[in-house]
């Protein structure tokens, strides 16, 4: 089934589609983050430095796949639609659950994520299909909107795999994997296609399908590479906190499982205020380009607290002041859509995709080996180092962001 190209009510339609499934997708995400971990951890005799290393063989693993396989599948969502790949992208995250479900060791665990890396597009993917069914001047308002499906999915997701963490670390799994393929049935029944034939590529063209090629459409469009920078360092930076947040504040408050799921909750709960309340009005105000410098700032003082403070309460004081980060992607991909073609807008989200799994290598690395080495060093108390690492990085964004992000120039018309 195709959406139609124009017309409020088929494109409100499409976005209903497309916001519930990736409402449902997060919501699967979202339980197994507060359990992971530490399923991990008792895989690894309790050993939360260890622990914490595995995280980051897990992550860059996950990362490495990412970054291959999200080119091809970008050229895949051009040439073939958005919905086949998003189809595919929910079947690999749900025997993912499985395989974490019923793993006798790391080694099962570490498959399942090598399986759920070749195969994760359903955020990219669905970004390119809300760049299908927007008109340009609403993009950001829109992809602030879609931001919230994922923080939806924290609202209840992590709350939902601590309480069910609490009964049994495998319990998760197992409802996230019934979930998943919940969403895969809603998607192959429900979920309309976005793109007609006649506005997609003709070929499927390996010169594109590639980390090169994707990379090479970075340098294609005045001001697309200053932009992928910014983008890059807010994936990166944003690592930290899938990185070592269960274990840092487990260690550093003694948090149990329940209480890291709630505080994921309030998280979600603050970023779907910001992303479904004020992006619309703010952007419209103050433009694209100050969003993304707001967030990038918001981001930059938000993660300073957050490894400078002494406790818990002091933690989750610097929620709100975080929550403005999620200015920063909604503005930036109004930014960068605006620049490319609809036929390349599934290249141009599979970019992003290899970035992002580029930064999902890099970030565990760079921030689980920190704060690993940080826990291990006697007399030297500086267990946030790893998140004051971050903070750096989100400066550097603004700073980039203020000399770049200029304002969109008028979108080219269909390749």
């Not at 790391?106 to 970004?127: E, H």
């Not at 490894?307 to 309460?313: D, H, K, L, M, V």
């Amino acid at each position: 089934m195709t959406v139609p190209a124009s017309g409020a009510k088929s494109r409100q339609a499409s976005f209903r589609f497309i916001f519930a499934l990736s409402v449902m997708n997060a919501v699967s995400f979202g339980i197994m983050i507060p359990v992971l971990p530490n399923l991990i951890k008792s895989f690894a005799g309790g050993d939360t430095a260890a622990a914490s290393e595995w995280n980051v063989l897990f992550a860059s693993a996950w990362g490495l796949m990412q970054f291959a396989s999200g080119p091809i599948l970008g050229v895949m969502a051009d040439r073939y639609g958005r919905r086949p790949v998003l189809l595919l992208s929910m079947f690999g995250l749900a025997a993912d659950f499985l395989f974490m479900a019923l793993a006798p060791g790391l080694w099962w665990l570490f498959a399942g994520r090598l399986l759920n890396g070749m195969t994760a597009a359903s955020f990219s993917t669905a970004n390119a299909y809300l760049a299908d069914v927007t008109p340009p001047q609403d993009r950001a308002r829109a992809f602030g909107l879609m931001s919230s499906a994922f923080s939806f999915g924290f609202i209840l997701g992590p709350a939902l795999g601590g309480a069910l963490g609490e009964i049994d670390l495998r319990l998760p799994f197992f409802v996230a994997a019934g979930l998943t393929f919940a969403n895969w049935l809603y998607g192959l029944f429900i979920l309309p296609e976005s793109l007609p034939p006649e506005r997609r590529v003709h070929r499927f063209d390996w010169s594109k399908a590639n980390p090169i090629g994707a990379l090479r459409l970075l340098r294609s469009a005045p001001g697309l590479p200053s932009l992928a920078g910014v983008a890059f360092l807010f994936q990166l930076a944003h690592m930290v906190l899938p990185a070592i947040f269960v274990l840092y504040t487990g260690h550093r408050y003694g948090w149990s499982t329940g209480t890291i799921g709630l505080t994921m909750m309030l998280t979600g709960v603050l970023g779907v205020i910001v992303q479904s309340m004020l992006i619309g009005p703010v952007v419209r105000r103050i433009g694209e380009r100050r969003a993304v410098l707001l967030g990038a700032a918001a981001g930059a003082v938000g993660f300073a607290i957050y490894g400078w403070a002494p406790n818990g309460w002091l933690y989750l004081s610097a929620a709100p002041i975080f929550a403005f980060i999620n200015f920063l992607m909604p503005g930036l991909q109004a930014l960068m859509t605006r620049r490319l073609g609809p036929s390349q807008q599934g290249q141009l989200q599979g970019a992003n995709a290899s970035m992002a799994g580029v930064a999902a290598i890099l970030g565990p690395l760079i921030f689980g080996e920190a704060f690993a080495w940080s826990l291990r060093q006697e007399g030297w108390n500086a267990p946030g180092l790893a998140i004051y690492l971050a903070s750096a990085m989100m400066v550097l964004a603004f700073a980039l962001a203020l000399r770049s992000a200029k304002v969109p120039e008028p979108e080219p018309q269909p390749a």
